[in-house]
DNA sequence: ATGATATATTTAGCTTGCTAAGTAAATTCG
DNA sequence: CGAATTTACTTAGCAAGCTAAATATATCAT
């Protein structure tokens, strides 16, 4: 009974999840963006100038992937990147004018997204929601 | 204000997936399996002898997705395909005994997985939280 | 100072996932 | 019956995401 509940969780949230990665992708694909580079973009608003060790960390993903990431969103001009001047190694990711540009309509496609998932459940299931997210969080880590 | 929780919900949806997926890929490496490849299994162990275009559905996935999946698969003797005999488009996907053998430390992979999300989430809670889940949904859906 | 270790990034190679375009078989319709 | 359309799958090519291994620079310890 218990161990139902769970499954169908993992279920739903697996679905969930590939259904609002989908959907993403579809929007996304009007700007030119591919899914996961919209949360790169994100964190450089908040920030420019970091260095791939430290977008790595905050976007949870291994180095590598944030080399093809930025390899990519270079190559379309949202980005550049620069050599820290003390430490040889780094390199510091940059946003272009035409990466600044897209912080609007990129936040404009979350929300509408957020609206849609989140119809017709009340602001205190939403608290809730949230409530227990966190705590799946936590418990995750 | 409102926006904000919404906001906060559609970060943690993000980040509490890539968890999920990054921490079901490590334990799945250990059966030689891919993240999505456990969900192929399972649609087959409730049936074998599908077509592919059925995976594509359950799967919620596109069917070129399947042609690799069911390709790599197929090379590491998971499974094995049969042209149907009425129909020579479709192919045929069935388990072998090496597939089938699967499907107990898979789900005790899942349980694993769910218990440790679910940790410190009380019945009435995990109801409530499919609810949403289920809600968000049909919202997307 | 120099040899060993640590850190930042890259490269190679894999699978999932996608789209667009191609192939082959079945069905439909004039 | 034969041409057009539909259906099932494959191929090619791309990006996200991973691991393992390589490279290059910094730092640490002797």
């Known amino acids: 009974m218990e161990t139902k ?14 259904r609002m990665r989908r959907d993403y992708s579809e929007s996304l694909r009007e700007l030119n963006l591919h899914v996961g580079q919209d949360n790169l973009l994100y964190r450089l608003w908040s920030g ?11 976007l949870h993903c291994e180095p590598p992937t944030i080399t093809n990431m930025v390899k990519s969103l270079e190559q379309n001009g949202f980005i550049y990147r620069k050599r820290d001047e003390k430490d040889a190694r780094v390199m510091r990711i940059f946003l272009t004018d035409k990466g600044k540009e897209l912080e ?18 009340s602001t205190e299931e939403r608290l809730l929601l949230r409530r227990l997210m966190k705590q799946m969080e936590s418990n995750l880590f």
Chains 1, 2 share one sequence.
Do not use: N, Y
């Open 5 to 18: 509940v769970d499954c169908e969780i993992r279920e739903l949230f697996d679905k969930l999840s590939a």
């Open 104 to 121: 609007e309509p990129i936040r404009s496609i979350w929300q509408k997204h957020q609206e849609k998932l989140l119809e017709s459940i």
């Open 48 to 58: 420019d100038g970091i260095t791939q060790m430290q977008l790595s960390e905050h």
